[in-house]
């Protein structure tokens, strides 16, 4: 049964950085494709980055250059380290993982996911 948990959420200023954590359960997450995605409310959930299984990673044009995706050695971790917050950023971030991800920031693409981690980002 796989299971997926998010963890690192929080408030912070314009600026700051916070590091997500997705901690999975029932397999390793270089088998599968893995992503963190976001929803603002009232809007559409949106792709933020992803890593495929071949480990190529890739992330959204609003996050380039700030946000980072990667893997733990021990494969059962997957990490969004975010700097230069903006209050743009503001939303509900999720993990999720799916078999096999044509795009990696597609959420139709995978079809497990974990409960959320809320971030905030003050002006």
């Known amino acids: 049964h796989v299971q997926l948990v998010e963890s690192g959420g929080g408030t912070v200023q314009a600026g700051g950085s916070l590091t997500l954590s997705c901690l999975a359960s029932g397999y390793t997450v270089t088998a599968y494709c893995m992503g963190w995605f976001r929803q603002a409310p009232g809007k559409a959930r949106e792709g933020v980055a992803g890593?495929?299984?071949?480990?190529?990673?890739a992330a959204a044009d609003s996050v380039k250059g700030r946000f980072t995706i990667s893997r733990d050695s021990a494969k059962t971790t997957l990490f969004l380290e975010m700097n230069s917050l903006k209050p743009d950023d503001t939303a509900m971030y999720y993990c999720a993982t799916g078999v096999y991800c044509a795009n990696v920031l597609s959420p139709s693409e995978y079809d497990t996911w974990g409960q959320g981690t809320q971030v905030t980002v003050s002006s």
């Open positions: 890593i495929g299984t071949n480990g190529v990673a």
